[in-house]
């Protein structure tokens, strides 16, 4: 299904219509991996070699245009994907004092409506969705003994265990969500074995930054009820960049738009079109390097595929070269009943560190943007300290960890160098985490 049903149009007399009039993106790049998968199921190396260097290219043009893609030829079951969105129904179907004994803490169990608010800035309330977090059911690496108080901090707050619903409430949800878990996480790794390639590193470059395989991973299971009245004071889902590296979504309901850059919206729209698009002015933040002037645009549900986008993290490492896109949830379809949506967001170690890479340093880069002469992130951060930054903004009861992370990350400001057509240095300050 492309863009949204006809029935939203009686919709649209109560909701903001600007947030329904946008364009649906059916160009969105499309990486079709199974080739790869082939040559890693078979062990050729040969073949790996090549399906490596047929997508590197690819995978480039979409993370420097976009930084959202498609991918297909994944070979995760159909039957094992259903069977998620039907356990996840049935989840949220359970009444809220049933699903909240899951809740442990951020990050991890139960969380419910309007808990979470994704653009603090522009939304009055929280985002009107519910939510389940899972991570991974193996045992988490413990802390190593000189692990930062920071690192500590993060461990608890984060990345608790998850705590399950008795078999008997929701029998096999445990099964089949950690079977989903595996599969998407595997198919995780694929897929940044690849944008490795494209930041010109080796494919181990992410699987080097996890030392327990399978541990940096996190299933979201969301439900978004209609909301047919939405204005953009508050959305379903607000407007956000993922914070870590990646994040693999499966949906088989629209609501996700995207924030394209003027650029984009320039090669992939008609110039009629590009005239009736609503400009967002929006205050752009975070490490997503959005502009005003660009369009929010409608993604797909294209079945068989997963929605990839990138997160700040690979937008540091490149310089911003790579995008992490703006992004946001509208559900305003009665119709469509309530939206599903399964993502599954993928960081590397706390203790990681985020310094822009060389191939991707303005002027000498042989990635860079010959355009691009600004080094937009002079200071590495670990993927910890931004991880702590931007929770503590969106989960607004966290005046704790919001305290610890200033006081535990001594420098949260760092001095940005912008160089003039004339040469001319001037320094900027920014926040550490944006
Ligand atoms: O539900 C969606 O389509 C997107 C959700 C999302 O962007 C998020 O949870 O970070
Ligand atoms: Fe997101």
């Not at 399906?51 to 979409?62: E, N, Q, S």
Request: hydrophobic share 40%.
């Amino acid at each position: 299904m492309l863009g949204i049903s006809s029935s939203a149009a009686a919709a649209a007399v109560a909701a903001d219509a600007s947030l329904l009039h946008v364009p649906t993106f059916t160009d969105i790049p499309i990486l079709n991996v199974s080739a790869l998968i082939d040559a890693k199921a078979s062990d050729d190396s040969a073949a790996y070699a090549k399906a490596i260097a047929d997508l590197t290219m690819a995978m480039y043009d979409a993370s420097k245009s976009v930084g959202f893609f498609l991918v297909s030829g994944h070979g995760i079951d159909t039957a094992l994907i259903d069977d998620m969105f039907a356990m996840a129904r049935r989840f949220f179907a359970l009444p809220v004092d049933v699903k909240k004994t899951t809740s442990v803490s951020h990050n991890r169990g139960y969380m419910a409506l309007g808990e979470e608010n994704l653009n603090s800035d522009a939304q009055y309330d929280g985002d009107i969705k519910e939510a389940l977090d899972i991570g991974p059911e193996k045992e988490d690496a413990p802390l190593p003994d000189d692990a930062s108080e920071l690192d500590r901090l993060l461990a608890y707050r984060l990345r608790q265990r998850n705590r399950w619903l008795s078999d008997d409430v929701l029998p096999g949800f445990k099964q089949v969500s950690m079977k989903y878990y595996d599969k998407v996480n595997e198919l995780a790794e694929i897929v940044l074995e690849v944008l490795a390639s494209a930041m010109g590193q080796s494919t181990a470059f992410f699987s080097d930054r996890v030392k327990v395989p399978g541990t940096m991973g996190q299933l979201r299971m969301v439900r978004y009820p209609a909301a047919p009245g939405m204005q953009s004071s508050r959305l379903s889902c607000g407007a956000h960049s993922d914070y870590g590296c990646i994040t693999l979504l499966a949906a088989d309901t629209p609501g996700l738009q995207i924030y394209l850059s003027p650029e984009v919206v320039k090669r992939h729209f008609p110039a009629r079109a590009c005239s009736d698009l609503q400009a967002h002015h929006e205050s752009i933040k975070y490490a997503s390097g959005g502009q005003p002037g660009g369009s929010w645009a409608w993604v797909p549900v294209v079945p068989g595929t997963f929605i990839v986008n990138l997160g700040d993290m690979i937008s540091r490492w490149t310089n911003r070269t790579f995008k992490s896109t703006l992004h946001r949830v509208v559900h305003v379809d009665t119709d469509l009943g309530d939206r599903i949506s399964l993502p599954f967001f993928v960081d590397c170690d706390f203790d990681t560190e985020i310094r822009v890479l060389p191939a991707f340093l303005p002027g000498s880069g042989k990635l860079s943007d010959p355009k691009e002469h600004v080094l937009h992130f002079p200071k590495p951060i670990t993927m910890g300290q931004h991880l702590a930054l931007m929770f503590s903004s969106t989960f607004p009861e966290l005046p704790a960890v919001r305290k610890e992370t200033q006081r535990l990350t001594p420098s949260p400001v760092v001095h940005v160098t912008l160089r003039d057509e004339d040469g001319q240095e001037h320094e900027l300050a920014e926040s550490a985490g944006a």
